[in-house]
Every structure is written in structure tokens, then in C-alpha cells.
């Protein structure tokens, strides 16, 4: 059984930047039948992909077009996590961000997720 | 971007009702349509993946059909537990978007 535990600050300041952790036990962050992505969700965005990792042969990154000059998705593969780095962030950054597991076969879907975390920007 | 649409945005029923939500892509996506639950304070979950097969533990009460825009989820028997939102979502190419939700309360 896939299991996600994220970590990470419930309150970052205009201007800095962003880092949520989400730690992988039941899979490995390296594994070629998936993908680790980010995604957000809020009342005036509802639901956001912001981007992926996964690794076949070699690490490959997609970012959503929105967030693409702010966004970093770095894989740990001593640790078996991933993280999200996203920085300048403003007030519209506020919302809660999930990790997930995106299975990579004949089609794509996120299957387990993590608990959530409630990101909160403001000074 | 693909644009995802839902309706209705949110609908009431009763237990043992059946209830449809349909999806429609701004393009065609064949059949790279998922579809998830999501109950307050909680993750979504995944259902329904590749348009109509069923994720493992769900109840099969729900199915889904469709292909290429436009999409449909049903609930064949409205339970107590299935009062939720509910997304779908194309995974054809990133950014993988998401529709704005239909909320399912109880009438």
C-alpha cells in the first residue's frame, strides 16, 4: 500500500519561497511506472496540477505554463521523497497542496495522494 | 491548456437516486479521463480511470462512459457516503487540468 506524508510550513511571508516535502513509503521515487506530481487546490482556482517528476533512464520535470519561472520538483532518492519549491510566492499562492502518485501506463492517473497541507501567505 | 467543463455545478438527490455528471474537454482527449471524490477536509480519491474502468475497492455503483469530449459519470444508487464533490480530470498532456467540481448534497 502506497502511503504519502507530506511536511512542511503552514505559513510563508510574500516574497520567500515555498518547500513542502512529501516522503514515499509502499513505492519508490525512482520507479519507472510513475510519477510524482504537486497540485494545488483553492476557492478561486479550485483544483491546479503544478507539476511532475519521474524518472525513465533519466529524471524528466513538466511544470504547469502558470507557475513554470517559480516552480522546482526535486526527487530524493536517498530519502525516497520529492519536493516542492516554489518561490516569490504572493497571497494568490495561498491554498492547499497535495502530493500525489501518478501511475504511468497505458494511461495516466493519480491513485494515492497525500494528506494535504494548508499553505497560508501572508505577512 | 485543455479546458475542462462540468454540470451540473451541483445538484441535490436522494438516497437511492441515480445520478449523472457529465464532462465535456475543450478538445478531444479520447479516453484520458479520470474522475475522483472529494469529501470535505479530505484528499481527493480517485474513482473512475481511462473514461469507464473502475479503480479497485470502489463501489460499483459507479461507471463511467465517454470518449473523445465528452464524458459521463453515474451513480446508479445514491448511498449516504457519496455525498461529495466530484472532478473530473484529463490526463491526455500536461498540464493535466481539472474540471471545477460538481457538488452531490442531499435533497
Known amino acids: 500500500q502506497v502511503q504519502l506524508q507530506q511536511s512542511g510550513p503552514g505559513l510563508v511571508k510574500p516574497s520567500q519561497t515555498l518547500s513542502l516535502t512529501c516522503a514515499i513509503s509502499?513505492?519508490?521515487?525512482?520507479?519507472?511506472?510513475?510519477?510524482w506530481n504537486w497540485i494545488r487546490q483553492s476557492p478561486s482556482r479550485g483544483l491546479e496540477w503544478l507539476g511532475r517528476?519521474?524518472?525513465?533512464?533519466?529524471?524528466?520535470?513538466d511544470y504547469a505554463v502558470s507557475v513554470q519561472s517559480r516552480i522546482t520538483i526535486n526527487p530524493d532518492t536517498s530519502k525516497n521523497q520529492f519536493s516542492l519549491h516554489l518561490n516569490s510566492v504572493t497571497p494568490e499562492d495561498t491554498a492547499i497542496y497535495y502530493c500525489?502518485?501518478?501511475?504511468?501506463?497505458?494511461?495516466?492517473?493519480?491513485?494515492?495522494w497525500g494528506q494535504g497541507t494548508l499553505v497560508t501567505v501572508s505577512s | 491548456d485543455i479546458q475542462m467543463t462540468q454540470s451540473p455545478s451541483s445538484l441535490s438527490a436522494s438516497v437511492g437516486d441515480r445520478v449523472t455528471i457529465t464532462c465535456r474537454a475543450s478538445?478531444?482527449?479520447?479516453?484520458?479521463l479520470n474522475w475522483y471524490q472529494q469529501k470535505p477536509g479530505k484528499a481527493p480519491k480517485l474513482l473512475i480511470y481511462?473514461?469507464?474502468s473502475l479503480q479497485s475497492g470502489v463501489p460499483s455503483r459507479f461507471s463511467g462512459s465517454g470518449s473523445g469530449t465528452d464524458f459521463t459519470l453515474t451513480i446508479s444508487s445514491l448511498q449516504p457516503e457519496d455525498f461529495a464533490t466530484y472532478y473530473c480530470?484529463?490526463?491526455?498532456?500536461?498540464?493535466?487540468?481539472f474540471g471545477p467540481g460538481t457538488k452531490v448534497d442531499i435533497k
Open positions: 478538445q478531444s482527449i479520447s479516453s484520458y
Open positions: 480530470q484529463q490526463s491526455y498532456g500536461a498540464p493535466f487540468t
Open positions: 481511462a473514461a469507464s
Open positions: 509502499g513505492d519508490s521515487v525512482s520507479s519507472n511506472s510513475a510519477a
Open positions: 517528476t519521474y524518472y525513465k533512464s533519466e529524471w524528466y520535470h
Open positions: 500525489a502518485r501518478e501511475e504511468l501506463g497505458i494511461t495516466y492517473y493519480l491513485d494515492y
